[in-house]
């Protein structure tokens, strides 16, 4: 599976992007899909994911009810919609996908995923 994030760019506080990523393959649907985020010196961290049929979302307690991901499978791509964006928010941001079950990835983090795409940068500026 080859993944390709794209859409990160500046916004100043509150503002809002959208992030997408897509994938190659036609078992695209087959995978629980994440994205994450590394800041400088940080670790990376999981921010949320989405079970293979979009039923399930889950979120980091620092984005919910902010962020919002979705997939579209016939497409091959996941969306993170990014809103009332903060200056910590400010990372680079990755999207994943696992074979794993979606509460499995969001216990292991990103040691739960198997394939993942280089990063497009956010950055929030105050």
């Known amino acids: 599976v080859q993944l390709q994030a794209s859409g990160g760019g500046l916004v100043q506080a509150g503002g809002s992007l959208r992030l997408s990523c897509a994938g190659s393959?036609?078992?695209?649907?087959?995978?629980?899909m994440g994205w994450f985020r590394q800041a400088p010196e940080k670790e990376r961290e999981f921010v949320a994911g989405?079970?293979?049929?979009?039923?399930?979302?889950y979120y980091a307690g620092s984005v919910k009810g902010r962020f919002t991901i979705s997939r579209d499978n016939a497409k091959n791509t996941v969306y993170l919609q990014m809103d009332s964006l903060k200056p910590e928010d400010t990372a680079v941001y990755y999207c994943?996908?696992?074979?794993?079950?979606?509460?499995?990835?969001?216990?292991?983090?990103?040691?739960?995923?198997?394939?993942w795409g280089k990063g497009t940068q956010v950055t929030v500026s105050s």
């Open positions: 989405i079970s293979r049929n979009s039923a399930s979302t």
């Open positions: 393959g036609r078992t695209f649907s087959s995978y629980v």
């Open positions: 994943a996908v696992a074979v794993r079950e979606l509460p499995t990835i969001v216990s292991m983090g990103s040691n739960g995923m198997d394939y």
